[in-house]
Each structure stands twice: as C-alpha cells, then as structure tokens.
C-alpha cells in the first residue's frame, strides 16, 4: 500500500515551453503532498507544500509564479514549470504522506531536461 | 542554512564489515529523523526511522541512533553487503510534516 505514482519520469523540453508532473496517491488519500528538486550530487531541496483544495506554500527562494502547484484532489498534485530554462534542468520528486504524521512515501521522480 | 547536515560526502567499506553514516541537525524543534537510500533517477527508499523520544531504532542489519543532547544520530548497517552500495540521506521532520535533507553520504561496499 501507500504508492505514489510519478508522470513523467524523464522529460525534454524546449527553453520557454512549460512542462507539467503528475503525482498521484493509488490507494490512499493525500491531503497533503510535497514537492523537491535535486541537482545531481546534492540533497533533495524542498520546495513546496501542497495541500488539498489550498494554496500551495512554497519554501523561501522558489518562485511561486514559475513553479504552479495545484492540489485539486486527495489523489492527485501537479508540479508546472512555466517558460522552463536551461537551469530549471532537474530531478524533481513528489512524497506524500500517509496514515498519520509519520509515514512518507514518494514517487519515483522526474528528470527534466530543458534544451 | 543547512539544518541538516551529512559532512561525508563519501564512504567506502569493505564487504561484511560495519557501515557508519552520521548526520548532525541544528533545529532542535525537529522531532523524527529518517534515513533513506537512493539510487540515481530514482525516488528514496525508506530505510528506517527514530521519533525524538528514543535514542535507538533497529531493524534487522539496521540500526539507528540518535543523541538529542548532541543533535547528531547515525546509521550503522551490518554486516554491509554490495548490495547496499548507494547515496544515503537522513532526514528529520518538524512541524507541517515537512522532510529536510541532508546533502547524503555515499556509501561503496567493496566486495
């Protein structure tokens, strides 16, 4: 139980374009699910909190307007990146949680390549 | 700020003897620490986990500690085996539910 599913896992896109992730909870419900982002060798860097049928809150630094977070149901959260640049390129990575406070499970990433 | 701090970016060790990963953290708010294995293009995998009101976890080859007074808790496995061979992140968690990361430690057991 407790699966997260992530789509797409790899995407290309070109400089401009947005490009949009999916993460969705299979077989409970999320209210609320978070968002990262890993640059190769680095830790994994929080960027958003997403809660079901609210405003995502997004950690100091992350631009708000060019990472849309939209938390529409218990099941599902999507990451858009909008007008995606070179430097956007990374792994991002949805984790839910589930029963209770404690247990975290998370999807199994998206690698973003913007040409 | 790095609340969350793995200073080994590296680790190797030999086949059926001890790994130890440590991990420092300076928010003392933070009230349940995990740690997590992670292979390249793919998301964590859960590994095991310590609540503030203990100072040992253990689970099979792995165990966990943790020294509230020092803000520092470590991993042990063993006996390591290849297999074991990937990046490790501790995490601790506070308020909100949300998970800091350390930069991760990445472990080689040689055969």
């Known amino acids: 139980g407790a699966v997260v599913s992530q789509h797409p896992s790899w995407v290309i896109c070109k400089s401009g374009t947005s490009v949009k992730i999916e993460c969705r909870s299979l077989?409970?419900?999320?209210?609320?699910m978070f968002w990262y982002r890993q640059f190769p060798k680095q830790s994994l860097m929080l960027m958003a909190t997403s809660n079901e049928g609210s405003k995502a809150t997004y950690e100091q630094g992350v631009e708000k307007d060019k990472f849309l977070i939209n938390h529409a149901s218990l099941t599902l959260s999507t990451l858009t990146v909008t007008s995606a640049h070179p430097e956007d390129s990374s792994f991002y990575i949805c984790?839910?949680?589930?029963?209770?406070?404690?247990?975290?499970?998370f999807g199994s990433g998206t690698r973003l390549t913007v040409v | 700020d790095q609340q969350v701090k793995q200073n080994s970016p590296s680790l190797s060790v030999q086949e059926g003897r001890i790994s130890i990963l440590n991990c420092d953290y300076t928010n003392s708010m933070f009230d349940y620490f995990l740690w997590y294995k992670k292979y390249p293009a793919e998301g964590p995998t859960f590994l095991i986990s310590?609540?503030?009101?203990?100072d040992k976890n253990e689970d099979g080859r792995f165990t966990v500690f943790l020294n509230k007074s020092a803000k520092h808790l470590s991993l042990h496995i063993v006996p390591s085996q290849p297999g074991d061979s990937a990046v490790y992140f501790c995490?601790?968690?506070?308020?909100?539910?949300?998970?800091?990361f350390g930069q991760g430690t990445e472990l080689s057991v040689k055969p």
């Open positions: 077989d409970f419900q999320a209210t609320t």
């Open positions: 995490a601790a968690s506070g308020a909100g539910g949300k998970l800091i």
């Open positions: 310590i609540s503030s009101i203990k």
């Open positions: 984790s839910a949680i589930w029963e209770g406070w404690y247990g975290y499970t």
